[in-house]
C-alpha cells in the first residue's frame, strides 16, 4: 500500500495556459499521448501522472522540495514526503464534461491563469466555477508564463486574479508566479501543495467504491487467441479496498438485446504509481487488470462506471429526483447571462461522479426537478450532480443537483 499515492490533484483552466506543461515540469509526463492532442496540441482526454514529492535534507525552504531522486541544487539524495496524482483536465470549451469528470475524483486542484492574457478567460471562470460546484474546497492558483511578460504586466495580471477569485472558493488561495516552460518557482509550488491540499479522510472499513475514469484493451492488434489478456480499468478508490483475487461487480453494464448486462471479474492484478501490488486503497489513480471481454473495456467503454464489491453497489438508476441549486449567472460566454428557472421536457447534461449522460425533465416544482435519463447512473440518495444546459452550440454550466 505504501507505493500508493494518497491524494489526487486537478490541474484545471482556459485551454493552453499551460496545465499540461506544468504537469510535465512536475511529473518528467507529457500527458497529451492521443493521437488527435498532439496533432492539435490541446488536450482532448484526462491526462494523468504519478509524482513523488520529496525534500532534500541539506538544503533550506522552498529550495529543497522537488521531485528529484538527487537535488538540483546540491547534489544530496532526497526523501519520499508524499506521493500524488495529478489529473490534467482539458480546457477547451468543447470538453466540459470531460473537465467536469475528471473534477469527480479530484481531492484538490491547481488553476492555472497565464499572465499573458487577461483574466479571467471564460473557461478560466468555468472551470472555478465548476471546481465549487463539485465541492473541490483545497485550490491553489498558478500564475504562469511569468516569464514572458514584463514585470508591471505581471503585477497587473496578479491584480486580475486577486479580483477575480473573491467569493470563490479561492478566494484565500495562494497565487503563485510560475514559469512551467522555465521550471521557476516549481519549488514553492510543490511545498504550496504539500501544505495546502491534505489528503480527505478515508473509510478503509467500508464496502470499496470506484470511480471507473478510463479503460483499456491493453492487447496489441493480431494477438493470438491464447494471448489475449483481459480488460483494464483505472479510477480512484473513494472508500474500502481491493485485494488480488476480489471479485468485482461494474455498473451500470453495457446492454445486450436490450437488457443491460451485470459485469462481474476476478481481480487479476492491480498497478498503482507504475507498480504491481497485492491491494489498493483510497487515494491516486489505480489500474486494475482483469478477466472481462477486452472489446468491453477498449477506448474507455466504462469510462463513467463504479466498480465496487459485488453485491454492494448501489442502485443503477435510469431516473431520478434532485433538489436544483442554480448559479445566477451562465459562465464560459462572452456575455454571460441570468440562469433561467429549469423547464419541462429541457434537456440537461448531467455530470455525476465520472459519468456524464443527458436528462430530459419530467417535472418541476420550485427547486425539485424529475428527469429521465438517456443514460443511466449508479449513484446513491444525497449524490451531488453538476448540471449543464444548452446555450447557443455548447453546453454550459447552471448548478448543482442533490440527488433524493
Known amino acids: 500500500m505504501n507505493v500508493q499515492s494518497d491524494v489526487n490533484i486537478g490541474l484545471v483552466g482556459h485551454v493552453d495556459h499551460g496545465k499540461t506543461t506544468l504537469t510535465k515540469a512536475l511529473s518528467g509526463i507529457w500527458t497529451d499521448t492521443h493521437s488527435e492532442e498532439t496533432k492539435r496540441g490541446i488536450s482532448i482526454r484526462l491526462g494523468y501522472a504519478d509524482i513523488e514529492f520529496r525534500k532534500c535534507p541539506d538544503c533550506g525552504e522552498p529550495e529543497c522540495y522537488t521531485t528529484a531522486d538527487k537535488c538540483p541544487i546540491c547534489g544530496s539524495e532526497t526523501e519520499l514526503i508524499r506521493k500524488v496524482s495529478f489529473v490534467d483536465a482539458p480546457g477547451h470549451e468543447t470538453l466540459m464534461a470531460t473537465m467536469l469528470s475528471g473534477a469527480a475524483i479530484m481531492d484538490g486542484a491547481v488553476l492555472v491563469i497565464a499572465a499573458n492574457e487577461t483574466c479571467p478567460q471564460p473557461q478560466t471562470k468555468e472551470h472555478l466555477m465548476a471546481l465549487d460546484v463539485i465541492g473541490v474546497k483545497d485550490v491553489i492558483v498558478v500564475q504562469n508564463k511569468i516569464d514572458i511578460v514584463s514585470k508591471e504586466r505581471a503585477i497587473e495580471s ?53 470511480h471507473v475514469a478510463r479503460s483499456f484493451d491493453i492487447n496489441k492488434p493480431g494477438s493470438g487467441a491464447n494471448k489475449i489478456k483481459g480488460g483494464v480499468i483505472g479510477g480512484t478508490l473513494i472508500q474500502g479496498k ?39 486503497g483510497p487515494g491516486g489513480l489505480v489500474g486494475i ?89 449508479c449513484a446513491s440518495p444525497g449524490d451531488r450532480v453538476a448540471l449543464s444546459r444548452r446555450v447557443g452550440a455548447r453546453w454550459r454550466l447552471i448548478g448543482y443537483g442533490i440527488i433524493k
Not at 477569485?165 to 484565500?172: F, L, M, S
Open 289 to 377: 487488470a482483469t478477466k472481462l471481454d477486452p472489446s468491453l473495456t477498449k477506448s474507455d467503454s466504462l469510462s463513467g462506471t463504479v466498480a465496487g464489491e459485488e453485491g454492494s453497489l448501489p442502485d443503477v438508476l435510469e431516473r431520478f429526483v434532485m433538489d436544483a441549486n442554480l448559479l445566477d449567472r451562465v459562465v464560459g460566454t462572452k456575455e454571460e447571462r441570468d440562469v433561467a428557472p429549469i423547464k419541462l421536457k429541457e434537456p440537461l447534461m448531467i455530470n455525476c461522479g465520472t459519468t456524464t449522460t443527458i436528462g430530459v425533465v419530467t417535472s418541476t416544482k420550485k427547486n425539485e426537478v424529475e428527469v429521465v435519463l438517456k443514460l443511466p447512473v
Open 242 to 280: 481491493f485485494k488480488l483475487g476480489d471479485t468485482i461487480e461494474i455498473r451500470p453494464g453495457p446492454t445486450n438485446d436490450g437488457k443491460r448486462m451485470i459485469l462481474k471479474s476476478e481481480i487479476i492484478g492491480l498497478e498503482a504509481n507504475g507498480e504491481q501490488v497485492d491491494e489498493i
Open 158 to 210: 496578479y491584480n486580475e486574479i486577486k479580483e477575480f477569485v473573491k467569493g470563490t472558493c479561492a478566494e484565500d488561495a495562494l497565487i503563485i508566479p510560475v514559469s512551467a516552460q522555465q521550471g521557476a518557482n516549481v519549488d514553492i509550488l510543490i511545498e504550496a501543495m504539500l501544505k495546502q491540499i491534505q489528503p480527505p479522510e478515508r473509510n478503509l472499513d467500508d464496502t470499496a467504491l470506484m
